[in-house]
């Protein structure tokens, strides 16, 4: 998508609109830190783009990758849980911390942070001799996606302005809805081509190159935080435990079942942090998350739809991915290709929904997103043990694809609409928690709806139970997306 291509779809927001006199916690950037001025170069966007499909990738890119690893480190069938819920427990735990970080400790700082250890981690990853290592390094991948991501996308809505800023996120919401896809085609491509390894060091000279271009590159910022004491650290452990919590809830569901003791104590205690988070919010000073943020209504509402549309996805990949390998047959290499048409098709869809914002308001696309997706998941009901793939798989996966695509770019627009840009970091904190935990819930969700997994019976019984679900679910998220988002939201005054 090129420049003369966008619609400005977001009014100019200044990184800090107070001036700084009137602010006693920002600290004044010398003249090679001052922020970047109007028109930059397209390679920050490209940049922060890269390092985000690189986490993006690592939500879906392992579960291709599972069996091979499994069966070279020894793998009991724990580990194959605790490899993936690692990586969300501590992504989705942290990102509401690093988003607000991200806003007071310098957002490329934070950027860089989070791509050296999330580099490392991967590194390390590939490198694992024992599940424990591997476990451990998927967790520090976690933490620095954590870091990574909100300082991205504050580093974009502080970097572009106006139609630059409008073409800079829906590119964004290409590459969120794209990576999820691609992250099977990539996995089965990487598995079979340099073994299970390569799922990890190819994160390795990517990080690196992105992070030298993006010392050159970005500019530093300002620094807001003076003192770790002006941070709200209560309300910080208690937010951060809390949503750790709530995401092993999930996860613990998916595989213990919702009724089983761990799920019930890690659900009693996200909402006793929880709780507690937002009793210390109200009294602080300087809370993590400030009071009006959560009255911010475009955030809110599209933080919401964001977490139920990519429950959707992911466990829509997650169980087909299992059904093409498990039940119909298909190598890692071939099922990774199974899912290039669904990954082209979102990415051109969402390529062309940018040019369309101007005419149709993201509340509006969102909605039709979710109705044509719906629509795409019915498609899949009916899909069984005498399946072809071309006639049975690819016109829903290609029906799902054309409603993906929009929708992400319209919830990144509407949820991103009139966030300060100081606040920037902390608004993509909360948008992409809505990311991780949706992401956890659909995989437990549609698993306890579908039943038996582990056998090509169960998957051909759990199929067309979880796809109607999925229809439904996506129905009525239509609905909401037309209620809750403001009309107004993502559309120039």
Known sequence: MTHAQATEVIPSTSDDQRPAAHNPHVRTA??????????????????????????????????????????????????????????????????????????????????????ALFTAA??????????????????????????LTPAAMAIIMTAYAGRQRATALAVWGTVGSTGIAAGVLFGGLLTTLLGWQGVFFINVPIG??????????VPAGTTVLRKVRDLDLGGA?????????????????GSEGWTAPLTLASFTAA??????????????????????VWRIRSLVSSTGIMAGVTGAVVGAIFLSSLLLQNALGGSPLVTGLQFLPLAVV????????????????????MAGGLVITAVGAALLIHVGADANYVIDVLPGFIVMGLGVGPMFVAISVAAMSGIRGEEAGLASGVMMTGHEVGAALGVAVLTTIGGELANAAGLLAAYPKAFTALAVVLGVLAVVALVAVPRRAGVPD
């Open 30 to 115: 010398g003249p090679g830190s001052a922020e970047p001025q109007a028109r930059p170069s397209w390679l920050i966007l490209w940049l922060m783009l890269l390092a985000q499909f690189m986490v993006i990738l690592d939500v879906s890119v392992v579960n291709v990758a599972l069996p091979s690893i499994g069966t070279a480190l020894g793998f009991s069938t724990g580990d194959y849980q605790w490899t993936v819920s690692a990586y969300v427990l501590l992504s989705g735990g942290l990102l509401l911390l690093g988003g607000r970080l991200a806003d007071l400790v310098n957002r490329r700082r934070m950027f860089l942070t989070g791509l």
């Open 122 to 147: 991967s590194l390390l990853s590939g490198l694992a001799v024992s599940p424990l290592m591997l476990v451990a390094s998927r967790a520090a991948q976690g933490m620095g996606a954590a870091m």
């Open 208 to 217: 690196i190159a992105v992070g030298v271009l993006a010392l050159r590159r």
């Open 237 to 253: 452990l208690t937010g951060v435990l809390g949503l750790v919590a709530l995401v092993f809830g999930i996860q613990a569901a």
């Open 271 to 292: 909402v006793v942090l929880l709780a507690a988070f937002a009793r210390i919010e109200m009294k602080v000073a300087t809370p993590l998350v400030p009071p009006h």
């Open 346 to 365: 979102i990415t051109l869809a969402a390529a062309a929904s940018g040019k369309l914002l101007g005419r149709i308001t993201p509340r509006v696309m």
